[in-house]
């Protein structure tokens, strides 16, 4: 079959990259896609929430399945697009529903969400700025650090833990005035939640699912944790703290009631479920829910999928997802993003990539990228994740760090703890 990934990052050049292994497609085509998805895809100038142009696309090249990459397009209903129009109506779209998407679209709808099916979450509030006096009132209740989320999609930039009470008012009232635009005419404040945080992964058909390989992300731009929240930095799958007690619980306690607690409430939802947790003790809590694969946990979850990736996601558009086996390659995969200088605030674009080819015993996936005059440049803050496997997630790691050092761009930055605290 034609397949259309739609998206420009890692995550989707990581797709693109396990859907072109498949015996089940035929050609691929990313919109918009980045250097890397052009290597082995065609890519077509077309963005991701221009339904319309999607539409003319899907129907001139007969494409059969659309695999939705980023949070915008699901958010904004492409899913319901598809259903409504007669024409498009058989096209598997691998996402879930415009109202399933609000599980990530709203941090207010998730919370709901978790509290009406039994689903642990730290306690929290939602405020307005015509609340905005009861908001810092909140916040004279609770202990520091504060936790502030914007209630609607900032590009992972939405959420601010501060330690000083007064600082966390004054947030408050610059988020509810528009700090993050429309994203923060509600903000919800969020009992802080002291523990290791890791991601679990699950695919599913609305009322079967999957368990995908965990992952652990590090969203800081500095050594250690430190500096500004970033789109992510690296990753690490499996999690190495998590054992076969801890799945249990997150599966019985988490997974298992979402996917419940979609079926109940009637919601249409074909695909990935990203489910944000947090380790307190030995219990597991979820601090969000997104409706699609993270980046970059994506370059270490799907490499380590063996089963054919179309084929899952046809189980996942018919519903038949309970007969699939999903295998996974037991060894650890390990990424580390390149980024520009100066991310995640202003940074230069179009610095030419060297070193790409000379990589050997990991897999390049492009983020940023893409080409000018016949060379690979820069083209975003997050340019390019490296990947790497062995049985030690220590020694992948190191291999990741090793074909870092043929690669160069100006001003290239990377940190070079990712998994220090494991």
């Known amino acids: ?75 904004q209903g492409i899913y319901d697009f598809f259903k409504a129009d007669e024409q498009l109506k058989k096209v598997a779209v691998i996402g879930p529903s415009k109202e399933g998407a609000t599980l990530e679209g709203s941090k207010e709808r998730a919370k709901e969400f978790m509290i009406a099916h039994g689903i642990p979450t730290a306690a929290y509030e939602s405020f307005t700025e015509a609340t905005l006096k009861e908001g810092q009132a909140f916040l004279e209740t609770l202990q520091p650090p504060y936790v502030l989320k914007a209630d609607g999609l900032a590009a992972g930039k939405g959420v601010l833990i501060i330690q000083d009470l007064e600082e966390a008012k004054e947030e408050l009232a610059k988020m509810l005035g528009g700090k993050f635009g429309e994203a923060s005419t509600t903000v919800v404040i969020e009992e802080f939640l002291d523990g290791i945080e890791l991601s679990v992964f699950v695919l599913t058909d609305g009322k079967n699912y999957k368990i995908l390989p965990t992952a652990k992300d590090y969203k800081r731009i500095g050594e250690g944790d430190t500096g500004l929240n970033t789109g992510g930095m690296g990753a690490i799958s499996p999690v190495p703290f998590v054992d076969e007690a801890l799945m249990k619980k997150i599966e019985d306690r ?53 089963s054919d990736l179309v084929q899952l996601f046809q189980a996942v558009s018919e519903g038949t997802l309970s007969r699939e086996i999903l295998e996974i390659d037991e060894r650890s995969a390990t990424t580390v993003m390149l980024v520009s200088g100066g991310y995640p605030e202003a940074y230069e674009k179009g610095k030419v990539i060297t070193g790409i080819d000379t990589v050997e015993d990991s897999i390049v996936f492009h983020a940023g990228t893409t080409t000018k005059d016949g060379a690979v440049v820069t083209n975003g803050g997050r340019v390019i994740a490296v990947t790497s496997f062995d049985n030690d997630f220590k020694e992948a790691i190191k291999k990741s760090y090793q074909n870092i050092e043929k690669l160069h761009f100006d001003r290239m930055y990377y940190r070079t703890d990712i998994g220090f605290d494991l």
Do not use: W
Not at 254 to 271: F, H, Q
Not at 289 to 301: A, I, L, S
């Open 254 to 306: 988490i997974v298992k009631p979402t996917i419940d607690g979609l079926a109940k409430e009637n919601i249409e939802y074909k695909g990935f479920v990203f489910i944000g947790l947090i380790k307190v003790g030995d219990e597991p809590k979820v601090i969000e829910y997104n409706v699609r694969m993270g980046d970059p946990e994506t370059e270490v979850v799907l490499p380590r999928i063996q």
């Open 1 to 75: 079959m034609n397949i259309l990934i739609l998206g420009s990052g890692g995550r989707e050049h990581t797709f693109a990259y396990k859907i072109a292994q498949s015996k089940h497609c035929d050609t691929l085509f990313v919109a918009p896609g980045n250097a890397g998805t052009a290597q082995i895809a065609t890519n077509v100038a077309i963005g991701v929430t221009d339904f319309e142009a999607l539409k003319t696309l899907v129907l001139k090249e007969h494409i059969e399945m659309v695999v939705v990459g980023p949070e915008d397009p699901l958010v």
